[in-house]
Nanobody, 127 residues
């Protein structure tokens, strides 16, 4: 069992940057693949980025490639999402998610592949 707590959201102007953090409880964080998802009002939750348990594999949705970077620090039980050149369409509640994967270096993209979710952090980009 792991608990995930996001932080770092807020209000930023278009073109600005934010770094989201997701702190995980428990001693097995290094065995978890981690992902970031977002959900805007009236829309379905969508994949943003994911990182494998080793950090060696990363995945991004096309709309954030080149603007966002996912990373993890297993010593701190934390995964990050650095977001640059933010756009109004990035406005959403951002959620981190995790699942145990130890048999392959894999970064899942689908919400159904994750077992644990944080409560979300609001990101608002003003134009």
């Amino acid at each position: 069992q792991v608990q995930l707590v996001e932080s770092g959201g807020g209000l930023v102007q278009a073109g600005g940057s934010l770094r989201l953090s997701c702190a995980a409880s428990g001693r097995t964080f290094s065995k978890y693949a981690m992902g970031w998802f977002r959900q805007a009002p009236g829309k379905e939750r969508e994949f943003v980025a994911a990182v494998s348990f080793s950090g060696g594999i990363t995945q991004y949705t096309d709309s954030v490639k080149g603007r966002c970077t996912i990373s993890r620090d297993n010593a701190k039980n934390t995964v990050y999402l650095q977001m640059n050149s933010l756009k109004s369409e990035d406005t959403a509640v951002y959620y981190c998610a995790g699942r145990v994967i130890i048999d392959s270096d894999y970064a899942p993209r689908r919400p159904s592949e994750y077992h644990y979710w944080g409560q979300g952090t609001q990101v608002t980009v003003s134009s």
